[in-house]
C-alpha cells in the first residue's frame, strides 16, 4: 500500500465520530417507537408498524436523490460536508418531537408520530448519505478503507452501549412513572450528542474531490447506472435479507423478555434487556478488530461469511439462553442473564458484517469508476441505504404483523402464556431464516482480493495516462 493511501488517524476519528450520530438518528426510533406507542399508549401494533414503515419508505425513495445531489454538489466546502452540517442540526432539532404528542386520542397521536418521523427521516438522509460517502472516499485502498470504517464503527458502538438502556432510562425514577415524559428528556439530551458528533465531520474532514471535472448525471440514469453491476445487486440482495430477518425478529426481542422470559415485568425485561444489548456492544468492539484481522489475511467475502455463521450460531443458542425461569444474578447494579452471552456472540457476528458491507460497497465504487470513469460514492451510499431503510421500513410492518399474528393487539392489557410462547419461536426462527439465506447469497459475491487490486491497477494506469479527461 503506498504511503498516500493511508488515511491519517486524525481523519479517522473526526470522521469516525459521526457514527455516534449515525447510530442514535437510526436506533432510536426502532427502539422506543412500540415501547413507547404501544406498551405505554396502547396504539394498536400494527399501526406503530405503519407509521414506523411508511416514513422509511418515502425516506429510502429519497436516499438515491440525495446521493445523487451530493456527487453533483459544487460548493467552497465540497460535496458532503454542508449536507452533513443540515443534516445533522435539523434532526437533532427534531429528536425531543417524535415523543411529544398534543393529543391524548390513540389515533391522533400516532398520526403526529407518522408526520414527525416522516421529517425526521428526511433530513437523517440529508446527513447520512453525504456522511457515508465521504468515508468511501478517504482512501483508494483494500485493506486501509476497512481500517477507515471501524472507525464509524467504534464510534457507533459507544454509543451502542447507551442504546440499549434508552427504555430503562424512560423508567427511572425521577421521572415519578411518567414513562412519556422519560422519553421526552432522554430524546433531548441524545440530540445533543447527536448535534456535537454530527457536525464533527463537516467541520474537520477534508474531502477527496475528484481532480478531472464530472458532468453532472441526471438521477434516473444515474441510478439505472447503478443497478447495472452485478456484485452491487448481490451485496443489496444478502443486505436486504440479513436486515429484514434481523430486523423483524428485533421487534419483538423486547415482548419476548417481558412476557416469555419475566413473566410481564417490564422494568426488569428493560434492565436485563439493556445488559444484553450492552454485551452485544463488547463482542461487537472485539468482532471489529477481528474481522480486520480475518479480512487482511483472507477477503472481505471470506470475513463476511464468517460472521453471518457466528451470528446464526449465536440466535441458536437463544432457544437455550432465553427461556423463562432462569434465576437473574445482580452485579455491581447490573441485572444479568444467560441471555448476555448469547447477545455477545450476536454482536460479535453482525457487527463484522456491517462493516465489510461499507467497505465493499466501497470497492464496488472502483468497479464502477473502471466500467463508467465516474466516481459516484453518493449514489452508492444512497442505493444502499435505501436497501437499509426499506428494509426497516419493511420490517416495522412485519413486525406489527408478527405481533398481530399472534393474537396480541394491546400489550398493554397484557399478553397470554401461549401468545408470549408462540412471539418466542417466531423470534427465533425469523432471524435464522434471514441468516442462511445471506450466507447463501454471499457464497457467490464475485469481488475478490485479487480482482479488487487488478481493478485498482487498471484505474490508476488510465488515470496516469489521462489526468485531467
Known amino acids: 500500500m503506498n504511503q498516500n493511501q493511508l488515511v491519517p488517524l486524525k481523519t479517522r476519528i473526526s470522521w469516525g465520530m459521526g457514527g455516534w450520530a449515525d447510530n442514535f438518528m437510526f436506533q432510536i426510533l426502532i427502539v422506543l417507537a412500540f415501547p413507547i406507542y404501544n406498551i405505554e399508549l396502547g396504539v394498536d401494533p400494527v399501526w406503530v408498524g405503519m407509521a414506523l414503515m411508511l416514513p422509511r ?16 454538489t459544487r460548493s467552497r466546502w465540497g460535496r458532503r460536508r454542508p449536507w452533513v452540517f443540515m443534516g445533522a442540526l435539523l434532526s437533532a432539532i427534531l429528536l425531543p418531537l417524535l415523543w411529544m404528542p ?5 389515533e391522533a397521536s400516532i398520526i403526529y408520530f407518522s408526520v414527525i418521523s416522516t421529517v ?76 456535537i458528533t454530527g457536525l464533527i465531520p463537516a467541520f474537520l474532514c477534508r474531502e477527496n474531490i475528484p481532480k478531472k471535472k464530472q458532468e453532472k448525471l441526471k438521477l434516473g440514469k444515474a441510478l439505472v447506472e447503478t443497478i447495472k453491476g452485478g456484485p452491487f445487486r ?9 436486515i429484514t430477518g434481523l430486523l423483524t425478529s428485533g421487534a419483538l426481542a423486547l415482548y419476548v423478555n417481558i412476557y416469555h422470559v419475566f413473566d410481564g415485568n417490564k422494568k426488569l425485561a428493560a434492565e436485563v434487556s439493556a445488559l444484553a444489548g450492552m454485551f452485544a456492544v463488547v463482542g461487537a468492539y472485539l468482532g471489529l478488530r477481528l474481522a480486520t484481522i480475518i479480512s487482511a489475511k483472507t477477503g472481505k467475502k471470506e470475513t463476511m461469511i464468517i460472521g453471518l455463521s457466528l451470528t446464526l450460531i449465536s440466535v441458536g ?77 419493511l420490517t416495522g410492518l412485519l413486525g406489527g404483523l408478527v405481533i398481530r399474528s399472534t393474537g ?39 469481488i475478490t482480493r485479487a480482482k479488487s487490486a487488478e481493478t485498482r491497477r487498471l484505474l490508476d494506469t488510465r488515470n496516469s495516462a489521462n489526468p485531467l479527461t
Not at 470497492?363 to 431503510?389: H, N, P, Q, W, Y
Not at 400489550?411 to 441468516?435: H, M, P, W
Open 57 to 72: 419508505l418515502f425516506d429510502a425513495l429519497t436516499d438515491p436523490l440525495m446521493g445523487n445531489i451530493s456527487d453533483n
Open 102 to 106: 398534543p393529543f391524548s386520542g390513540k
Open 120 to 195: 425526521y427521516a428526511l433530513t437523517y438522509t440529508m446527513f447520512v448519505i453525504p456522511y457515508t460517502a465521504l468515508g468511501f472516499e478517504l482512501s483508494n485502498d483494500y485493506d486501509e478503507r476497512t481500517k477507515v470504517m471501524t472507525w464509524r464503527m467504534y464510534s457507533g458502538l459507544i454509543a451502542g452501549l447507551c442504546i440499549p438502556n434508552l427504555y430503562a432510562w424512560c423508567q427511572h425514577d425521577i421521572f415519578e412513572g411518567d414513562i412519556l415524559k422519560g422519553a421526552r428528556w432522554v430524546s433531548l439530551i441524545v440530540a445533543v450528542t447527536v448535534l
Open 234 to 242: 448481490l451485496l443489496l440482495s444478502g443486505y436486504l435479507i440479513i
Open 317 to 393: 443458542s437463544m432457544i437455550f439462553t432465553m427461556q423463562a425461569g432462569y434465576q437473574v444474578h445482580e452485579f455491581w447494579g447490573f441485572k444479568f442473564h444467560p441471555q448476555a452471552i448469547s447477545f455477545f456472540f450476536y454482536g460479535m457476528g453482525q457487527q463484522a458484517c456491517w462493516l465489510l458491507i461499507d467497505s465493499m460497497t466501497a470497492d464496488i465504487c472502483d468497479e464502477d469508476e473502471l466500467r463508467t470513469g465516474r466516481r459516484r460514492e453518493g449514489m452508492f451510499g444512497g442505493v444502499k441505504s435505501l436497501a437499509l431503510k426499506s428494509g426497516v421500513a
Open 408 to 446: 396480541l393487539s394491546d400489550a398493554s392489557q397484557g399478553v397470554d402464556v401461549a401468545v408470549a410462547s408462540t412471539l418466542y419461536r417466531l423470534f427465533i426462527i425469523i432471524q435464522a431464516s434471514g441468516l442462511v439465506a445471506g450466507i447463501i447469497i454471499f457464497i457467490f459475491y464475485p
